[in-house]
């Protein structure tokens, strides 16, 4: 599974921003997929959203319910992050995730800077 990520950049505080990846490969195989954040000076990556195949069901960040929303177009392999009322915390490198069984998959990740 490949996964690539666009629509990252720099908005004020209060803006919004559309994160989308494109997922090529055995995509049918993919079990959950999600978007992953590092902060500046953070040495790990930390959950923002993610929504399981099939049912759908998703999961969100405490830091992030009512603002952000995660989206999966199965037919277009395409998973997006709608990012609204962003704040100058949310400035990270967001990566794009897809699980298959135990195995991981990441994207080269976006950055995305709020300025305040």
């Known amino acids: 599974v490949q996964l690539v990520e666009s629509g990252g950049g720099l908005v004020q505080a209060g803006g919004s921003l559309r994160l989308s990846c494109a997922a090529s490969?055995?995509?049918?195989?993919?079990?959950?997929m999600g978007w992953y954040r590092q902060a500046p000076g953070e040495k790990q990556r930390e959950l923002v959203a993610t929504i399981i195949s099939g049912g759908g069901n998703t999961n969100y960040a405490d830091a992030v319910k009512g603002r952000f929303t995660i989206s999966r177009d199965n037919a277009k392999n395409n998973l997006d992050l709608q990012m609204n009322s962003l704040k100058p915390e949310d400035t990270a490198v967001y990566y794009c995730?897809?699980?298959?069984?135990?195995?991981?998959?990441w994207g080269q990740g976006t950055q995305v800077t709020v300025s305040s």
């Open positions: 490969g055995t995509t049918s195989n993919i079990n959950e």
């Open positions: 995730h897809a699980r298959v069984h135990y195995h991981n998959y």
